[in-house]
């Protein structure tokens, strides 16, 4: 009978996690707890969710787009980037953004959307990011699918 229970037990586990991991991620805050890697993931609308370990004082990044691009310069705006007063700005024909503050203001520790896209066709991934501390300090982060 223990052992029954121990082998329920164990597919409850088991069915929790692969639930967990089939789940679409809607919140920066519904990523992965870590003391020591961030993460970003982007919704299929544009929404760049991030759960970070360190304060941001600087981003980049290339979005991969599907049958679409970024929709001009100013493609970039919302989240916690302009809630900090950073500067956002993005290349269409790189796919690239970009965003920092000339106060020397950053984006604190925690999680949420780090900025909205506004592009045409689907969002299905970052690349190429780099994201800095206050002490131009390249904080480690990993894309979360």
Not at 35 to 47: A, E, F, R
Not at 61 to 79: P, Q, R, T
Request: hydrophobic share 40%.
């Amino acid at each position: 009978m223990k052992k029954m229970i121990k082998i329920l037990l164990l597919l409850q586990v088991c069915s929790q996690l692969i639930a967990n991991n089939n789940r679409e991620i809607m919140d920066g805050c519904d990523l992965p707890d870590s003391d020591i890697i961030s993460y970003l993931h982007v919704t299929s609308n544009g929404d760049v969710l991030y759960k970070t370990n360190d304060a941001i004082a600087g981003f980049e990044f290339k979005v991969d787009i599907l049958d679409g691009e970024l929709n001009g310069s100013n493609a970039a705006s919302g989240g916690s980037a302009q809630a900090a007063g950073f500067l956002l700005t993005s290349n269409p024909s790189l796919s690239k953004v970009i965003g920092f503050s000339l106060t020397g203001a950053t984006i604190p520790i925690g999680c949420g959307t780090l900025t909205e896209l506004d592009l045409s066709g689907t969002a299905q991934s970052l690349n190429s990011w780099l994201f800095s501390n206050a002490s131009s300090q390249s904080i480690y982060f990993e894309y979360f699918e």
